[in-house]
């Protein structure tokens, strides 16, 4: 069976990265040419996804000057798209890296405001697209205007076109999505599970308990709770797996979920097991830390992490 991939970004942002020598305020602070990376939850796994030899279709919503620029870069990764036009304009970042102390300042923007009519037509086509089997990923926050149980309608969406759904967000969005919708695997970080848990901080005592009265709680069929530098959980209703996190020379974590969840539904596509997903799923989250700037995995890196993750639990046992 072909099974496609769609990833699903509401709030894309074109990444623009610089460096300045020294930040101090009151002053004009002379910047180099910046680079521009297409941006997002979603987007970030599409092109994850094309390191690692997949294919899927990024749909997204975008609009003005930004939008079409965010189009261009993609269209030169050759990423499959399909955009949802906004009068709003695309959002962008911007990272400024002080070169005196080599620490990174990251200003995040809020995105444009989205109207009902136009989230209304990402619903729409999805419900033109989807198809059995097809794999889903809804990754990042959801844009002002746009409502929490946006995620909902989406999962109501895929569970009507028999595709599966694989969520990774945050806040309001994800507590009602995971409420009330039938999700295939949901990938929380350990900030977000206790969010979902209702409890301010989770020990490692009692991770798998709490996991464990997730998934008898919510429709969920994997959760994968990353846990950053320590690597991963896999909680399904049969399996309970660590996974643990190689120690690598850790230059920057951004990106890493969005790798992690590319790796995993790369491994899927590959027809293996929620436990090779993990832990292949780990190696990309752990390649993405060993590179400056680049914020995603490299395959390579992943493979050798990967076979690293395997035999160390074949020692183990
Ligand atoms: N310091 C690190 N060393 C090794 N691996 C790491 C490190 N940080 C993250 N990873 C890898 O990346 C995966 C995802 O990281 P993390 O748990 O931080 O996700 P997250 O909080 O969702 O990240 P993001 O900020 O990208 O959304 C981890 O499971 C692990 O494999
Ligand atoms: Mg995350």
Redesign the pocket.
Known sequence: MHRRIITLTLNPTIDKSTTVVGISPNSKLRCTEPTYDAGG?GINVSCAIKKLGGDSLGMYLAGGPTGNHLKQLLDKDGIEQSIIKIEGWTRDNLAVTDTVTNQQYRFGMPGPNVKKEEWEAVLKQLEDYLQESDYLIASGKLPPGIPDDFYVQVAAIARKKKARFIL?T?GEALMKAAAHSHIYIL??????LAALCGVPSISALELEILAKKFLAEHDCEALV????????LLATKYEMEY?P????L?KS????????VAGMVMSLIWGKSFSDMVKY??????A??MHEGTKLCNKDDADKLYEWIRRAQTVKK
């Open positions: 939850g990774d945050s990938k929380p970080n350990l900030g977000e709770v990353s846990l950053g530098a320590k690597g991963a996974v996190a190689p120690t690598v850790q974590t951004i990106g890493a979920g969005d790798s992690m799923g780990v190696a990309c989250g752990t993405a830390t």
